[in-house]
């Protein structure tokens, strides 16, 4: 069964940033996107942002011109970076892949990492 593993997280100062990563624990055939989600206390997961096996992105209103996300799809990774970070960004952050097989989506999450930024 694979494992996708994020690290990254951690307790930061508002303005600041911290860089996630996700890798699986083998190899992820056909993968059609990966992408990262978060959840806060309380509240619904809701899309982050998202990159597609052909390098196209799309991000939360709420991040844009602030995080980044990328990928080495050799070896399935996804990054993202987080700048100028907000209190209202605090969340567990999760990544997810998606993979198509004979057109039949997969879906794997990650366990999450917390991330916290202090005011």
């Known amino acids: 069964q694979v494992q996708l593993v994020e690290s990254g997280g951690g307790l930061v100062q508002a303005g600041g940033s911290l860089r996630l990563s996700c890798a699986p624990s083998?190899?992820?055939?056909?993968?059609?996107?990966m992408g990262w989600y978060r959840q806060a206390p309380g509240k619904q997961r809701d899309l982050v942002a998202t990159i597609t096996k052909e390098g196209d992105t799309n991000y939360a209103d709420s991040v844009k011109g602030r995080f980044t996300i990328s990928s080495d799809n050799a070896k399935n990774i996804v990054y993202l970076q987080m700048n100028s970070l907000k209190p209202e960004d605090t969340a567990v952050y999760s990544c997810?892949?998606?993979?198509?097989?004979?057109?039949?989506?997969?879906?794997?999450w990650g366990q999450g990492t917390q991330v916290t930024v202090s005011s």
């Open positions: 997810n892949v998606l993979s198509l097989r004979w057109g039949i989506p997969y879906n794997y």
């Open positions: 083998r190899s992820i055939p056909n993968i059609n996107s």
